[in-house]
């Protein structure tokens, strides 16, 4: 009746999923029950679950992103920690268990902490940034996101019911095959991914079209904000490389369950076809992750610099050239897996190739600061950061790009501490510098600066001090991926990376600190400016938290810097507000609960596939259909806005910034 | 946002490329609602042809890895194909009629042209099945060799897509019939017409890759 | 296992190649980054004899300097990585002194094969080789992927079922190193370590021929038995039966490894590998 689903799932023997499952159980029921008693449901079903709104969908993303932050760290603590015990010794963790560990380590990090947190920002910015109302297909925005957090939602269930993979991040056949991994975890991997990979698809399509096709009047391609360049780039390339993704997997799937011989090491498999073909994605999926945060940093180091960003086209044509050459790099993943010397040189030096336009943009930001009024609030402090932590992290990149030395170092600590120093220096740093920056538009008041600052020196040293450790471990020949092991020089390494894991943890604690204390004291850090950073794009030109239109009136836009064009035009000019806006009845389109509900069919249907429940996938299917059927039968899919409410929303929120403004001492 | 910054003037042109006031005609605005929709679409379909381009890319890696099985020359029926062929063009021409009927708004002949669209897509799914079915009772099915799951994979998702069309198609009939040939709708009947015109596409590869040059090695 | 302390020419050209590289970067990258941190420091607001050029977004001189800097380092690179790619091909040959010797390495899970076919033996996660003499490996997988890696010796290459791949090295001092399995492969990969010991050209026979004297036997039915997954703590030694066995293997003649066995009495449900320490 459930498939291969029974009692013998939940790892009553294993004490640590045991009490993390319980942990997390009883978090969920506390957070369930506060927001109960408090009578939050309706509000929250109403404007957060039901939400159509890029900015409501944004912050959920990145909400998201957080928590699993924590899960993935704590998965990269557990190892850390085994690794610095288990000289001479088995550890604490099995080896089934690290196995499972290390794979949703990677596998967490990268699809359910990476990705929703740049495109969470994505979501949030890129409209107001275009200065219109919201993105091109908002309730596929919704499903996209729900579809997200199912995925995430599939691989913490594998915790507790049944087991993870134990193939690491990417699932390399014939260990990823029926017969060496007889067990449900590689199929809770997969199912996770084909789901959520959906709701990557529907953003990557969202997103560029948004950025093609929705820009208000004046912003032609070269005055849009180079975050939004950024984010074209990273989404053309999500919309090219995510279907290789679902293919590769479903080919993956078939061999599983359905006996086929796409991989296997029988009846002519190819196993060779899978590793070129998951990079064939996996390469682009990384700069899908880097992009966006150069264009963070582009935003930051400009407003922090009080200056315009330095060689704005040639940051558009480095961003493209990225963007294309990110396509025919795949290779160098695998330079050990015997290709010959012409493929493995052709591919090292178009490695190598990509390095050059990311030269420039760390020059560009370089020149920004040249002659500018550096401020070093937070953003900035992670900006400065990045450029470091980026620049050495390229260079063991661009290294690992000539093959010779990549042949002493594939797949050694060494690979990993490079990755970890451009994913954590690039994406990480970039995260939290737009998560730091962009958090007043969100929610109307700072973050503590204080407390933000203590976070970035935590991480940024404990960054250093964890990885650097293995690199020299690497250079040591340690591999990756130990669960235990004899050699005495590595030891020492991994004690050290054990401290700097410590370091790491203590600054992702101030993260939560910080954010804590600042909702506490959301009154003294009220931002009613609505552009406390002195800002230059157009998001700042509208209140914070936007209303829900984002702009009463959308703007009209002459140049690049569109924002800051209109502060100094209107400061020249002396503009006031007594002239009469016109205001218009707004349509906006209406909440829909069909994003969550399709999601929670896809949970069933993702749970069911992995059990081998095959009438709990039909019915989930059905019920996945009939939502769609419904959403297509709505009669009513835009709500109107008087113009009157539009004027009485809008002349309250530039009251309040006018008055916030006078008190700091400038002109509207 | 202090005094200090007052004297600076912005320059939204660094390189003095338009005047101030040409530069707002240069974009006129978001772009219409039809278009965005469409756009859209045309961006998902270039997705799904990545998708198949990968289907189509492990049939060609794995195209002599027959495991002393059956290879493509000694499997395809080229009757069957040239008759699923003339299904599914024939089923895109009433597709456009449906268009044509939807611009025009004649309820009455979108339904029989989307009623013939179904069917004939119907026909071509069935000639699939049969031969697929017939395929694996030789015991030349999937799980026979790399070959043959390559090439099930690519053929099936084209059908797996064809019959997704369909349940879409029998949607839009329903939908027409309710509530007419409104904005949305129509919206959705573009997309309709997009996809099934796209499958068509993939299908002239489908064919010719496969089965055309399979049968003649 | 350091690899900048190489014992064989492969290695050291590697690691050689990998030190020139960085060095060539890192001319580029320490001025970047003390420029980096020097605009930020020169440059931060409190600072009052710092210039401020609001205007200052573009200089096409500035862009050439940019644009040429990594082009060019990269030009050197893309040298340096196709000459070494060509001359460090794991399949180019190594000149060596003495006769070379051919191996036939295996990866299981979770432990190496070594199989001598000109000397008749085997041997089970230990390679003893004469210093100078060129060896000539030939790889192959009995179940899943795994890659061959000795860091003072040579470049690292995969191991993969069905097919062959080859690795050729020398060792120029005696001594005994240490080589791993740098492709995870399942629950007792970290136990694939395996010695590598370099012997003198006039002990290597001799080694030979105490190695042949044991009572394992090395044929299809044995190999099957080191197929199953499991972790052994003695290094055996094999008198090799068959000499076509890595061939068969190679040639799915003899079939790949079963996985491992469903275990538990709910047999359907929640599988795990045996814990094989």
Redesign the interface.
């Given at each position: 009746m459930l498939g291969k689903l029974n009692w013998s799932a939940i790892p009553i023997d294993q004490p640590i999923p045991l009490f993390a499952a319980g942990l997390v159980l009883v978090i969920i029921l506390a957070v369930l029950a506060w927001a109960g008693i408090k009578g939050y449901y309706p509000y929250i079903w109403r404007e957060w679950i039901t939400s159509v709104d890029h900015k409501r969908i944004g912050v959920m993303y990145v909400l998201l992103a957080m928590v699993m932050l924590l899960r993935g760290g704590t998965d990269a603590i557990m190892m850390r920690a085994q690794q610095a015990i288990a000289y001479h010794s088995g550890g604490y963790l099995p080896p089934q268990h690290y196995d499972q560990i290390f794979s949703a380590h990677g596998t967490i990090m990268i699809f359910f902490m990476g990705m929703p947190f740049v495109i969470g920002l994505m979501n949030l910015i890129v409209p107001l940034q275009l200065g219109?109302r919201d993105v091109?297909?908002p309730t596929l925005n919704s499903v996209g996101f729900w579809l997200t957090a199912t995925g995430a939602l599939l691989i913490n269930i594998s915790l507790v019911v049944g087991e993870f993979a134990r193939t690491g991040w990417l699932p390399y056949p014939p260990l990823s095959e029926l017969r060496y991994s007889p067990g449900v975890g590689v199929d809770y991997y997969l199912w996770s991914l084909e789901i959520s990979g959906i709701g990557t698809?529907v953003a990557?399509?969202?997103l560029?079209?948004t950025v093609?096709?929705?820009?208000?009047?004046?912003?032609?391609y070269l005055?849009m904000p180079m975050f939004c360049w950024t984010t074209l780039a990273s989404n053309l390339l999500i919309?090219?490389a995510?279907?290789?993704l679902?293919?590769?997997l479903?080919?993956l799937v078939?061999?599983r369950y359905?006996?086929?011989?796409?991989f296997?090491n029988?009846?002519?498999?190819?196993l060779m076809?899978f590793v070129n073909?998951i990079w064939a994605w996996g390469h682009p999926e990384v700069y899908i992750l880097v992009l966006p945060a150069f264009g963070i940093f582009s935003e930051v180091v400009a407003t922090f610099s009080?200056k315009?960003l330095f060689g704005y086209r040639s940051m558009v044509m480095a961003t493209m050239a990225i963007c294309i050459i990110s396509f025919c790099v795949w290779l160098h993943h695998f330079f050990t897996m015997g290709a010959g010397p012409d493929v493995n040189a052709v591919f090292g030096i178009a490695s190598m190739i990509i390095a050059v336009p990311t030269g420039v943009k760390i020059y560009n930001w370089l020149f920004t600061m040249y002659g500018g009024r550096l401020r070093f609030e937070t953003p900035m402090l992670w900006s400065v950061g990045f450029m470091v932590t980026f620049t050495i992290g390229g260079l063991t990149g661009v290294l690992l790009a000539v093959p010779p030395a990549d042949f002493v170092l594939h797949n050694s600590l060494f690979l990993v501490a490079h990755f970890h120093n451009v994913i954590i220096g690039g994406v990480l740093f970039g995260a939290f510098a737009g998560y730091t920056y962009w958090f007043p538009k969100a929610f109307g008041f700072r973050l503590h600066e204080g407390l933000g600052k203590t976070a970035f020196w935590f991480t940024f040293t404990g960054f250093w001090v964890t990885f650097v450790p293995l690199y020299a471990a690497g250079l040591l020949g340690m591999t990756r991926r130990l669960q235990h092991y004899d050699v005495a020089e590595w030891r020492p390494w991994m004690i050290a990376a054990g401290i700097g894991t410590i370091l790491l943890t203590i600054g992702i604690v101030f993260q939560i600190l910080q954010l804590a204390v600042s909702i506490r004291h959301r009154e003294e850090l009220r931002d009613a400016t609505g552009?406390p950073w002195?800002g230059r794009s157009l998001e700042w030109a509208t209140s914070s938290p936007p209303p829900v239109f984002n702009f009463a009136i959308?703007p009209?836009?002459?140049?690049?810097?569109?924002y800051?064009?209109i502060?100094?035009?209107a400061?020249?000019q002396q503009i006031t507000d007594h002239e009469e806006r016109e205001y218009k009845d707004i349509e906006m389109p209406r909440n829909s609960p069909t994003g969550f509900v399709c999601a929670f069919f896809a949970t069933v249907m993702g749970f069911a596939l992995i059990w081998h429940i095959w009438w709990m996938v039909v019915l989930g299917g059905i019920g996945a259909?009939a939502t769609f059927?419904a959403f297509?039968?709505r009669?009513h899919?835009e709500y109107l806005i008087p113009a009157a409410e539009v004027a009485r929303v809008d002349r309250a929120n530039l009251a309040e910034r006018r008055a916030a403004?006078s008190l700091?001492?400038?002109a509207p | 946002?202090?005094?200090a910054?007052?004297p600076?003037?912005?320059?939204?042109?660094?390189?003095h490329v338009r005047g101030?006031q040409e530069?707002?005609i240069?974009?006129?605005?978001?772009?219409p609602k039809r278009?965005?929709t469409g756009?859209?679409f045309w961006?998902?379909l270039?997705?799904?042809i990545?998708?198949f381009s990968?289907?189509f890319?492990?049939y060609s890696?794995?195209l002599g890895?027959?495991?002393g099985g059956p290879s493509g020359a000694q499997l395809f029926d080229l009757r069957s194909v040239a008759a699923e062929t003339a299904f599914l063009l024939l089923s895109s021409f009433a597709c456009g009629m449906a268009s044509i009927a939807a611009d025009v708004r004649s309820v009455r002949w979108y339904q029989i042209a989307m009623a013939v669209t179904g069917l004939l897509g119907l026909g071509f799914l069935l000639l699939e099945v049969r031969e697929f079915t017939d395929l694996v009772s030789r015991g030349a099915g999937?799980?026979?060799?790399?070959?043959?799951?390559?090439f099930?994979?690519l053929v099936g998702c084209h059908g797996v897509h064809v019959t997704a069309g369909l349940?879409w198609l029998l949607?839009m009939m329903a939908?027409v019939y309710?509530?007419g040939f409104r904005a949305?709708i129509m919206r959705?009947m573009l997309c309709f017409a997009l996809f099934w015109h796209a499958l068509d596409i993939i299908w002239v590869a489908i064919f010719s890759i496969v089965y055309l040059i399979g049968s003649a090695t | 296992m350091n690899l900048f302390d190489p014992q064989g020419p492969v290695a050291a050209a590697d690691s050689t190649i990998l030190i020139d590289s960085v060095a060539i970067m890192l001319a580029i990258v320490i001025p970047t980054i003390i420029a980096i941190l020097a605009f930020a420091y020169y440059f931060r607001s409190s600072n009052p004899r710092a210039f401020y050029s609001?205007?200052f977004?573009?200089s096409g001189r500035i862009e050439l300097v940019v644009w040429a800097i990594p082009t060019l380092t990269i030009i050197l690179l893309g040298g340096v990585a196709w000459i070494g790619s060509h001359q460090l091909d794991p399949r180019a040959p190594v000149e060596g002194t003495g006769s070379p010797v051919r191996i036939q390495a295996v990866s299981l899970d979770w432990k190496w094969l070594f199989i001598y076919p000109d000397q008749g033996i085997a041997t089970l996660n230990s390679m003893t080789i004469p210093v100078g003499a060129p060896i000539h490996l030939e790889l192959t997988s009995g179940s899943v992927m795994s890659a061959f890696f000795i860091p003072q010796l040579a470049s690292m290459i995969y191991t993969m079922n069905g097919m062959v791949t080859r690795l050729n090295m020398r060792a120029d001092q005696e001594g005994t190193f240490k080589g791993v399995a740098s492709q995870f492969s399942g629950d007792g990969f970290p136990d694939m370590m395996f010695d590598v010991h370099v012997i003198s050209p006039l002990d290597f026979p001799n080694w030979v021929a105490k190695a042949a004297k044991t009572d394992r036997v090395l044929n299809a039915d044995s190999f099957r038995q080191l197929s199953r997954p499991s972790v052994e703590t003695v290094n055996a030694t094999f008198r090799l039966e068959d000499p076509r066995l890595f061939e068969d293997l190679a040639t799915h003649k003899i079939p790949p490894a079963p996985g491992p066995e469903v275990t538990t009495d709910a047999a359907e449900s929640y599988i795990g590998a045996p814990n094989v320490r």
């Open positions: 219109v091109a297909f698809l990557g399509i969202n560029v079209t093609l096709k929705l820009r208000t009047r004046g912003m032609t005055r919309i090219a995510f279907p290789i679902t293919a590769t479903t080919m078939l061999d359905a006996g086929f011989h796409f296997t029988e009846a002519g498999g190819n076809m073909l009080s315009p552009d002195d959308t009209d836009v002459h140049g690049e810097d569109a800051w064009l502060k100094s035009h400061k020249q259909f059927i297509a039968w009669d899919d403004m700091v001492g400038s | 946002m202090t005094d910054t007052l600076y003037v912005a320059h939204g042109d660094p390189h101030m530069s707002v240069a974009h006129e605005g978001p772009a278009i965005v756009f859209g961006i998902f270039l997705s799904d990545v998708m990968c289907f890319a492990s890696v794995l890895q027959t495991a999937p799980t026979r060799s790399a070959f043959l799951s390559a099930f994979t349940l949607t939908q309710t509530k949305d959705r | 609001p205007d977004a573009y």
